[in-house]
């Protein structure tokens, strides 16, 4: 298997695993809707389960959304692609068995060597410096002038301010 199918199997994972976590999570807000609104009785205090239900809203926002996020950056390949899916493979380590098994194969994927074929940074190398005057001129402000086909400093004039 290439390592291009590794980072695509990797972000459905994670939307697998937020997706299964968000069924799961409006299964219990059903639950607490129930008791909200089951009706006048006094036996059974609404506040309560609205305040609870808040905070497990919260809380799930919170701990879904690097799943989602990192989804989204591993398809796009975001150069924070790799970060975003490091945190979001904590995060999910917590949910057994989907959390883990997804935190597992992003972990060996991102902190392996693969990632490297996917997620090419550029080196210095390969960098090439424009060496055009204009070019030059226009962004280093004419400190940096084209001698012979390098690039040197020239100090700048100071103004006379008399």
């Not at 808040?54 to 926002?61: E, S």
């Not at 380590?93 to 883990?100: I, Y």
Request: glycine residues 6%.
């Amino acid at each position: 298997m290439t390592d291009e199918q590794h980072n695509k199997y990797i972000a459905w994972a994670f939307i697998a695993h937020g997706s299964l976590q968000v069924l799961m999570f409006t299964a219990v807000l059903a639950v607490m809707a129930l008791f909200i609104f089951a009706g006048p009785g006094e036996d059974i205090p609404s506040g309560p389960f609205a305040f609870i239900g808040g905070i497990v809203l919260l809380l799930n926002l919170l701990l879904l959304s690097p799943s989602f996020i990192a989804a989204y950056a591993m398809i796009k390949r975001k150069p924070w692609a790799r970060v975003a899916a490091i945190i979001a493979a904590a995060l999910s380590a917590m949910n057994v068995p989907t959390g883990t098994l997804t935190a597992v194969y992003a972990l060996w994927f991102f902190v392996g060597e693969q990632w490297h074929n996917v997620y090419a940074t550029p080196r210095m190398e390969d960098i090439k410096l424009s060496l055009n005057p204009e070019d030059i001129h226009s962004k280093w402000e004419g400190r940096y002038v084209d001698v012979n086909g390098e690039v040197v400093y020239r100090q700048p004039e100071t103004p006379d301010w008399r």
